[in-house]
């Protein structure tokens, strides 16, 4: 430990088990290694990828326990490990969630979130933001602007990030398309809206709250569907018209999933985000896969180039965060109780200090 935070403390969230409750407690703050940053925490996201961790269901390779959860930091850098030169003491980051190597053929490649030396995720593997300091590789500290809001910074590095790899990477939305978002009214759904419509496309938005629902229109949504109306309807019923060119599903359902494929016009494109559901929860006909000359994909997290071109979009205005609700730690539970019924419109936070 050096010097300067030896004998400090700090307060945390610890996950002692699976499953189990969040503890606040009293640790030692952390001094950043070789090639790493002490970052002193604003404000962490919560949202469904945390609740994964939490409950183990985030395929972790380690599944390291105990652990401090948490990967959407936004906060101040505080100390440099050995090595260091930037970000530099003082500079306002965003964290990134996989840790990688940074060296393979992916990684150098721009495409970090295949790396071939993946060592899991940051809230997960190693300890995240549920606390009043973190330590991450200064690769995964990145710079945004002084005028950023620390609180809402925090969607950007999953919540925002996901939406830009997805959109503009992956299924390359254009002007003029028509694009389906499923669970829109959530975290990633609210900020994928934003994008696709950023890029020109007319945005159906599909959710199962009516109330989360009607404040889509808002965030860019020119058709709202709610799944309980329209889950026994095929999407031409439903009043989709010619159908989509890219379908985005968040819920990983079966009923969901094959909704989607149904809504694809041809030539279209589906983009599934979930990691909890089972291939054959797809059972795509071969003929129609063929006729339709569809494409089905996966999609998992953004490289560091896309935050930072994320972080622009939020700069500039054209992305807005949803961030709806905040807590302090001891407020965590209540808050993601709130987010398990479905009662959160975007993102959470988590204030630490």
């Known amino acids: 430990m050096s010097t300067e935070t030896a004998g400090a403390t700090m307060r945390a969230l610890v996950l002692r088990a699976f499953g189990g409750p969040l503890h606040l407690e009293q640790l030692p703050r952390p001094s950043p290694g ?6 002193r925490v604003a404000a962490c996201g919560l949202g469904l990828t945390v609740d994964h961790a939490i409950a183990g269901r985030l395929p972790s390779p380690t599944r390291k326990l105990p652990v401090i959860p948490g990967h959407e930091v936004a906060g101040v850098v505080e100390a440099l490990g050995p090595g260091v030169t930037e970000p530099a003491v003082g500079q306002r ?3 990134s969630f996989y840790l990688t190597c ?3 053929r992916f990684c150098r490649a721009g495409r970090e979130p295949l790396c071939e030396r993946f060592r899991g995720y940051l809230g997960a593997d190693a300890d995240g933001g549920y606390a009043e300091y973190v330590v991450v590789p200064a690769a995964n500290a990145l710079p945004i602007p002084d005028a950023l809001d620390l609180v809402a910074a925090t969607a950007i590095p999953d919540a925002i990030g996901t939406p830009f790899h997805v959109c503009h990477t992956r299924a390359a939305v254009r002007p003029g398309q028509r694009v389906l978002v499923t ?3 959530g975290g990633v759904g609210v900020h994928m809206v934003q994008m696709a419509r950023a890029c020109g496309a007319e945005v159906i938005a599909l959710d ?6 009607a ?10 569907l709610s799944w309980p109306r329209v889950a ?3 999407p031409q019923q439903a009043g989709l018209g010619r159908g989509v060119d890219v379908a985005i599903d968040l819920v990983g359902q079966p009923a969901v999933l094959a909704w989607c494929f149904a809504a694809l016009d041809r030539g279209g494109t589906l983009v599934s985000l979930t990691t909890h559901t089972r291939l054959e929860a797809l059972p795509v006909p071969s003929h129609l896969l063929v006729n339709k000359e569809a494409t089905v994909m996966g999609s998992r997290y953004v490289a560091r180039w896309e935050l930072l071109r994320a972080i622009e979009l939020v700069a ?3 992305i807005r965060p949803v961030v709806s609700a905040t807590c302090d730690l001891a407020g965590a539970a209540a808050l993601f109780e709130r987010l398990r019924a479905g009662q959160l419109f975007g993102r959470g936070a988590v204030l630490p200090t």
């Open 34 to 39: 070789p090639g790493e940053v002490l970052v």
């Open 316 to 318: 500039r205005g054209v």
């Open 102 to 104: 940074g060296s393979c």
């Open 183 to 185: 669970g829109a009214a």
């Open 208 to 213: 199962i709250d009516d109330a989360r629902l």
């Open 215 to 224: 404040r889509l229109a808002e965030y860019g949504a020119a058709l709202t």
């Open 232 to 234: 026994g309807l095929s």
């Open 93 to 95: 980051v965003i964290t």
